[in-house]
């Protein structure tokens, strides 16, 4: 009785004190994809099953994430989170895209248009892309935290103001993905 009920305070005194370190998590594919659109008459026009996704001025890629419970029960554990997006499907010039958070990931991609797309939260961040013939690399990091503070999994909007970006959706298997590294205790 004694042994137990020493093991038990010796538990109580170093659980605090329980060795930290980082795991990875992916990649994780996008479970939903879309893109939408804001031009005047496109609208209401769903894309959800598209193979290929768009992104312009006028149009937004829309990827939705689950993040690891990790993630979401802690944000403060978050040590990096980084969005892989396909290559062009058409090479261009070194150029900048945007990525903005969606606020709700509560979105289905099969009707979401223009018209009931989810809301953006926080502010935009550009990404300059030299090669658009290769994956594209971002550090996502402070877009994952916006979305793990709020209990949620992740979605974001892409844009590519300067040239159309067309790219792979999650249909054809080559879609965007997401490796998220968190702090996790023993």
């Known amino acids: 009785m004694k042994a137990t009920a020493l093991a038990t305070a010796l538990l109580a005194v170093t659980a605090p004190f329980a060795a930290a370190f980082p795991r990875t998590y992916g990649p994780i594919p996008a479970f939903k994809d879309s893109w939408v659109s804001v031009a005047p008459g496109e609208s209401a026009k769903t894309h959800g ?3 290929v996704l768009k992104a312009s001025t006028e149009k937004f890629a829309l990827l939705g994430f689950t993040l ?3 993630v979401t029960q802690a944000p403060n554990r978050l040590l990096n989170c980084e969005l ?3 290559p062009f499907n058409t090479p261009v010039a070194p150029l900048n895209i945007t990525m903005q958070v969606a ?3 509560a979105w289905d991609e099969v009707p979401v248009n223009g018209d009931n797309r989810p809301g953006v939260l926080g502010e935009e961040f550009t990404f300059y892309v030299e090669d658009t013939r290769m994956p594209i690399r971002i550090d996502a990091t402070e877009q994952c935290k916006i979305a793990a503070a709020k209990g949620t999994g992740f979605s974001l909007y892409i844009a590519s103001p300067k ?3 067309e790219f792979k959706s999650r249909e054809t298997g080559m879609g965007a993905t997401l490796v998220a590294t968190a702090e996790v205790r023993a």
Do not use: F, I
């Open 68 to 70: 690891p419970s990790e």
């Open 84 to 86: 892989t997006l396909p």
């Open 103 to 105: 606020v709700a990931n």
């Open 163 to 165: 040239a159309p970006y």
């Open 49 to 51: 099953t598209d193979l």
